[in-house]
């Protein structure tokens, strides 16, 4: 595993698809919705097909295994568009679900900048979409995220910003914020309000440094609107200040130069990342830039799916 991913010559890394392996996959899985791949089952027994049927896809998948393993992140690049074939692919990291994925929740979902949205007022924006883990509000966030181009920005606007918790740490680190650090670790952050109308709200720490890389659980903005009502859930006045003063450092950090990875994905790049490692975000989009993604969430086999005895090896 490498100790400083961004300080690869390519981070994330790149893993391409063959055009027989893409070709295959829109063959078999091209006509199939993400209704028809919604149980687990039927993800296993689709990626079990796929492995037999379509050239080089068990390579593939072990390499973007291993990429998102080691590196937190990885881009696999020529992948087809369609709700079949993004499903056979991504199940090799988890059990694919329409779980707060979009509203109404949809499999695979699809991002276009539209200011009149209300699905998702965030994601479908033009601003600039700070950096961010995804369902932070859920009691157990999502461990995959995958968001594949369906089409870029004409104008090269709406680049994806990524960075890891172990990078945020030692930015931290380097400026002094020990202390604050200490407080991020402290699993008494509330995470938007509870699911139930009058519940408390998830507490977790923002970043768990225990054992290998650093884990992260962060939304700028849910985060403070939740915090200027902790002390109704038994969070002290002192604990509330500290804990926004250990937030505004991560902010500070944040907008620090050269310490965040900008790209630009093209048609058929698809952004695989560690959601409890990698922050992401996006630079604004300008208008009518025709930008077009399409995003996914997993779970990890274990958790949505004790059955699954699936292996790639």
């Known amino acids: 595993m490498l100790a400083d991913p961004h300080g690869t010559a390519q981070w994330p890394p790149r893993i391409r698809m063959a055009t027989d392996t893409a070709t295959g996959l829109e063959r078999r899985f091209g006509a199939m919705t993400g209704e028809d791949l919604t149980p687990p089952a039927a993800q296993r027994e689709a990626l079990a097909e796929a492995l037999a049927t379509v050239p080089g896809l068990g390579a593939l998948q072990r390499d973007l295994v291993a990429g998102v393993r080691d590196h937190g992140a990885a881009v696999l690049t020529g992948m087809p568009l369609n709700d079949g074939s993004l499903i056979a692919v991504s199940s090799c990291l988890g059990v694919v679900t329409a779980e707060d994925n979009g509203f109404p929740c949809r499999m695979v979902w699809d991002i276009r900048e539209d200011p009149q949205a209300s699905e998702d007022p965030h994601a479908q924006q033009r601003d600039r979409f700070d950096l961010h883990t995804d369902s932070t509000f859920s009691a157990r966030p999502h461990d995959t995220i995958g968001m594949v181009c369906a089409e870029p920005a004409a104008d090269g606007s709406g680049r994806s910003l990524l960075l890891t918790a172990d990078r945020l740490v030692r930015a931290l680190r380097a400026a002094g914020h020990e ?135």
């Not at 790209?263 to 695989?272: P, T």
């Not at 208008?287 to 004790?306: I, M």
């Open 179 to 313: 202390g604050e650090l200490a407080r991020l670790g402290r699993p008494d952050f509330p995470f938007g309000p509870g699911r139930v109308a009058g519940t408390a709200p998830h507490r977790a720490a923002v970043l768990s440094l225990v054992g290998g890389p650093a884990r992260v659980r962060y939304r700028f903005d849910l985060l403070h609107r939740a915090l200027d009502r902790s002390t109704a859930h038994g969070l002290t006045d002192g604990e509330v200040r500290s804990a926004l003063a250990a937030i505004a450092a991560v902010e500070g950090v944040l907008a620090g130069p050269g310490l965040v990875t900008s790209l630009l994905l093209e048609r058929g790049d698809y952004l695989l990342l560690d959601n409890s490692r990698v922050l992401h975000g996006r630079t604004a989009v300008t208008a009518s830039a025709g930008r077009h993604l399409r995003r996914l969430k997993l779970r990890d086999h274990a958790a949505a799916d004790p059955t699954s005895s699936l292996s790639l090896s």
